[in-house]
């Protein structure tokens, strides 16, 4: 099974903060990665596929990079709507696996 | 509008069986593969099981294999899980998921899951 880390695991941010979140994964996925935006109760909401492209209604703050087998999903500018933990999720090859997740709460 | 409800949940006791169905609107279902994840209390989540278009080809996770099944009625708009000697920590919330897909501009395809139900939980207790 493909083993996705995220990190951090807790992250305390400011609104108007840039903040970045690390997925790495344990063999190569060819881009088949997604991020996902869950708030306490709610299911998860789709923000990122294929690494980088940008589902469509989510705010442009919201990217996605790659770099070999590291992802990286950064917010430029925190929003208090941003508060909320975040998965990454590999979609190459099954089992589909998921990161631990990152929480991102206000400082 | 997308919408996929699901129902089924509840108490079961260990060994006991549940039946999961997601009811979806909004779209064509059968064009769509469908998944179901679930997520521990307080935990992470977990995919465990795909069905594909025609409900022909199934995948599972190791940890529900051999237990759970799931299939899908296109006619009815529905994909299920039964749920068969289920354990304590069987206990989460499950949620279906929808397959979406896309291609880039060299004509790459990509899936992932766009559109996902509110869940229902599943405890497993004595």
């Known amino acids: 099974d493909i083993q996705l880390t995220q990190s951090p695991s807790f992250l305390s941010a400011s609104v108007g903060d840039r903040v970045t979140i690390t997925c790495r994964a344990s063999?190569?996925?060819?881009?088949?990665l997604a991020w996902y935006q869950q708030k306490p109760g709610k299911a998860p909401k789709l923000l990122i596929y294929?690494?980088?492209t940008l589902q469509s209604g989510v705010p442009s703050r919201f990217s996605g990079s790659e770099s070999g087998t590291e992802f990286t999903l950064s917010i430029s500018s925190l929003q208090p709507e941003d508060f909320a933990t975040y998965y990454c999720?590999?979609?190459?090859?099954?089992?589909?696996?998921f990161g631990q997740g990152t929480k991102l709460e206000i400082k | 509008e997308v919408q996929l409800v699901e129902s089924g949940g509840g108490v079961v006791q260990p060994g006991g069986s549940l039946r999961l169905s997601c009811k979806a609107s909004?779209?064509?279902?059968?064009?769509?593969?469908m998944h179901w994840v679930r997520q521990a209390p307080g935990q992470g989540l977990v995919w465990i099981s795909r069905?594909?278009?025609?409900?022909?080809?199934?995948s599972y996770a190791d940890s529900v294999k051999g237990r759970f099944t799931i299939s899908r009625d296109n006619a009815n708009n529905t994909v299920t899980l039964q749920m068969n000697s289920l354990r304590v920590d069987d206990t989460a919330v499950y949620y279906c998921?929808?397959?979406?897909?896309?291609?880039?501009?060299?004509?790459?395809?990509?899936?992932?899951?766009?559109?996902w139900g509110q869940g229902t939980l599943v405890t497993v207790s004595s």
């Open positions: 069905v594909n278009s025609d409900g022909r080809s199934t």
């Open positions: 909004g779209f064509i279902f059968s064009n769509n593969w």
């Open positions: 999720q590999q979609l190459n090859s099954y089992p589909y696996t």
């Open positions: 294929a690494a980088s």
């Open positions: 063999q190569g996925i060819n881009s088949y």
């Open positions: 998921a929808r397959d979406g897909y896309s291609f880039d501009s060299s004509g790459q395809y990509y899936n992932y899951f766009d559109f």
